[in-house]
């Protein structure tokens, strides 16, 4: 989202998974605004974390003009954020918008469209922080679902509905995902891929699926069942109308656009954020698996590049776009375990689709 602040121009994120009007330390400095930090002693809660504020500053997004401060959050030092903040759900809740997650566009609406009479019908949680849809027909315990524009990923149960589906699904194809998550730190979580999930009235077909993490459960509780990124609302149309509390959805047939995960099967992630090695963790029968890299292996180079940089080094990070090349890419990873260092040949392969979910042993399963 392109707005001013003070009259400079600003690059903001529209992100419907956090509550507030935020700006990265970076961006508030770029602007010139003064921050005043947060108490050294203030305990954030589950899934939150320490912020400082900005100074009263005049705020244009569209037809929305305000005087207001931001939340000032300072991300670690080697992430490259793209933007100088985010808008959270909070300040954008009574406005008629249209998620495209396609076009990763957000889209302000005068009146819902007329197709929308026959669309299902999820009413909005009117006092939670971030975007979440109740589900219906679960009045005693009403589940909600969340919607986070600023996450990736597909569909993030919570624990007692990954476990079920896991359970039920033990020949499925799995991968990894690795990043970063406010109120969650490093996140690694196993992902896998979906051929029907039901909430409620709402069936999504061909989707990823993987466990919500600690920050995802925190924000959207209590009932959360799932938290939908963005490939899962591609596979959905989507517009909220804030001002009446409905979100009006549309699940999408069809075969599924392409989903770039992650294709060698492993992640390499530091103990700590802003130390340590590089250490893997491997999912059996994967390409990593196969070509002989194993869990607490520590990445040195890939191919000529010194991955021991990652703190340091733009080149370095993020990982991911070397493990979601293209299947047949080859990568030569050079790895430490214990005093030997050696090199491996990895192909990648395509794991998560459709078509990796038919019956029996499939691949990285």
């Known amino acids: 989202m392109d707005a001013t602040i003070n009259g400079k121009p600003a690059r903001l994120l529209f992100d419907t998974g956090a509550s507030d009007l935020i700006l990265f330390r970076k961006g508030a400095e770029r602007l010139g605004l003064k921050v005043s930090e947060p108490p050294r002693d ?40 793209g933007a100088d903040g985010a808008v959270g759900w909070q300040p954008l809740r009574y406005n008629l918008i249209q998620i495209d997650a396609g076009a990763k566009q957000a889209k302000w609406l005068a009146n ?18 971030v975007l ?5 027909g679960q009045e005693e315990s009403r ?42 730190g490093t996140v690694v979580i196993e992902e896998s891929w979906a051929r ?32 939908l990124g963005l490939a899962a609302l591609r596979r959905l149309d989507l517009i909220i109308d804030g001002d009446l509390g409905i979100a009006y959805l549309r699940p999408k047939s069809g075969p599924p656009p392409p989903y770039e995960h992650n294709r060698l099967g492993a992640v390499f992630a530091p103990p700590k954020m802003e130390g340590g090695d590089l250490v893997a963790r491997v999912i059996d029968g994967t390409p990593a698996y196969e070509a002989g890299i194993r869990n607490g292996d520590v990445l040195l180079k890939v191919g ?13 990070l993020p990982l991911s776009r070397f ?15 214990g005093s030997a260092t050696f090199k ?7 794991i998560l689709s459709p078509d990796t979910g038919s019956p029996g042993k499939a691949p990285g399963g």
């Not at 979440?132 to 219906?136: A, K, R, S, T, V």
Request: hydrophobic fraction near 40%; aromatic fraction near 8%; include cysteine.
């Open 304 to 316: 000529d590049l010194d991955a021991t940089k990652w703190r340091t080094d733009p080149k370095v």
């Open 344 to 350: 491996k040949t990895v192909v990648l392969r395509q």
């Open 42 to 81: 203030l305990q954030a809660a589950a899934g939150e974390v320490p912020v400082g504020t900005s100074e009263e500053c005049e705020f244009v997004l569209g037809a929305t003009h305000a005087r207001t401060s931001f939340k000032v959050f300072e991300p670690p030092s080697f992430l490259h954020m």
């Open 143 to 184: 589940g909600v679902l969340s919607v986070d524009t600023g996450s990736s990923s597909g569909v993030a149960l919570n624990p007692e509905r990954w476990r079920a589906w896991t359970a039920a699904h033990t020949n499925q194809p799995t991968t990894l995902m690795a990043g970063y998550m406010p109120g969650a």
């Open 323 to 337: 493990w979601e090349a293209p299947p047949g890419t080859r990568l030569e990873l050079t790895l430490k375990r």
């Open 196 to 227: 029907e999930l039901t909430f409620g009235p709402l069936v999504l077909k061909e989707v990823p699926v993987m466990l919500a993490n600690v920050a995802e459960r925190a924000m959207a509780s209590p009932g959360f069942e799932a938290s």
């Open 132 to 136: 979440c849809l109740e589900i219906p």
């Open 112 to 129: 819902a469209p007329p197709e929308t009479a026959t669309w299902l019908k999820f009413r909005i949680r009117s006092q939670a922080r």
